[in-house]
């Protein structure tokens, strides 16, 4: 008798530790400053947002691509690239000599208040998130397993069922970690209760 893990979902974290500091806290501190002055500088995303992201700043629909606009995020998408290539290595991706690069990156302050719903990253091949500031108590990162909608008569898992068989898990977040996922992991942040903002950069990588 043999019990098999077949067709396991991948989720990798890291807590980000640049060439030049063996913590990346200063590059944390430049880029909560940006953060912060982008939200200033950015009308067009704060309309947005103000529609779209009740409580929150995000600059999605209006400066998706900081990696290209700003020496400091540059500099957190080259210590990016680094952990995307170990993930790659992981799922054993074939790219038939392309290279996964990042294609999006943006900006999301989430004030009391403010929640990401459920969704996917379409056309993307691996997405993450880079937090840059977590208060205590702000919510984590909520997973769906993708086999979800599929689960017919199926009964529910026990209290205690590992982690590997709960159809939803919650990786809590942390400031100067990282987490990748493939883009077809649907995914969401529960409402933010807490008083002090909580800020991530949200990317994409594409090897199309």
């Given at each position: 008798?043999?019990?098999?893990l077949?067709?396991?979902?991948?989720?990798?974290?890291?807590?980000?530790?640049?060439?030049?500091?063996?913590?990346?806290v200063?590059?944390?501190?430049?880029?909560?400053?940006?953060?912060?002055?982008?939200?200033l500088?950015?009308?067009?995303?704060?309309?947005?947002?103000?529609?779209?992201y009740?409580?929150?700043?995000?600059?999605?629909?209006?400066?998706?691509?900081?990696?290209?606009?700003?020496?400091?995020?540059?500099?957190l998408?080259?210590?990016?690239?680094r952990h995307?290539?170990?993930?790659?290595r992981?799922?054993?991706?074939?790219?038939?000599?392309?290279?996964?690069?990042?294609?999006?990156?943006?900006?999301?302050?989430?004030?009391?208040?403010?929640?990401?719903?459920?969704?996917?990253?379409?056309?993307?091949?691996?997405s993450?998130?880079?937090?840059?500031?977590?208060?205590a108590?702000?919510?984590?990162?909520?997973?769906e397993?993708?086999?979800?909608?599929r689960?017919?008569?199926?009964p529910?898992?026990?209290?205690?069922?590992?982690?590997?068989?709960?159809?939803?898990?919650?990786?809590?977040?942390?400031?100067g970690?990282?987490?990748?996922?493939?883009?077809?992991?649907?995914h969401?942040?529960l409402?933010?209760?807490?008083?002090?903002?909580?800020?991530?950069?949200?990317?994409?990588?594409?090897?199309?």
């Amino acid at each position: 008798m043999s019990t098999e893990l077949l067709f396991p979902t991948l989720v990798y974290r890291a807590l980000l530790r640049t060439r030049a500091s063996r913590d990346g806290v200063a590059l944390n501190a430049r880029l909560l400053k940006e953060c912060r002055q982008l939200r200033l500088d950015d009308a067009a995303g704060r309309r947005w947002s103000a529609h779209h992201y009740p409580n929150g700043y995000t600059s999605y629909a209006s400066a998706h691509r900081m990696q290209r606009l700003s020496p400091t995020f540059a500099a957190l998408a080259g210590e990016i690239d680094r952990h995307v290539a170990r993930f790659a290595r992981k799922l054993e991706f074939d790219l038939g000599g392309r290279v996964l690069a990042m294609t999006d990156c943006w900006v999301n302050i989430m004030g009391r208040g403010a929640v990401h719903g459920l969704h996917l990253h379409p056309l993307a091949t691996l997405s993450g998130v880079y937090y840059v500031a977590v208060p205590a108590g702000a919510p984590g990162l909520k997973l769906e397993d993708p086999r979800l909608e599929r689960f017919m008569a199926a009964p529910p898992r026990a209290p205690a069922a590992r982690r590997a068989n709960r159809p939803w898990v919650t990786l809590p977040a942390r400031a100067g970690q990282i987490v990748l996922f493939e883009s077809w992991l649907r995914h969401e942040v529960l409402p933010h209760r807490e008083p002090r903002e909580r800020v991530s950069i949200s990317f994409n990588y594409n090897w199309f």
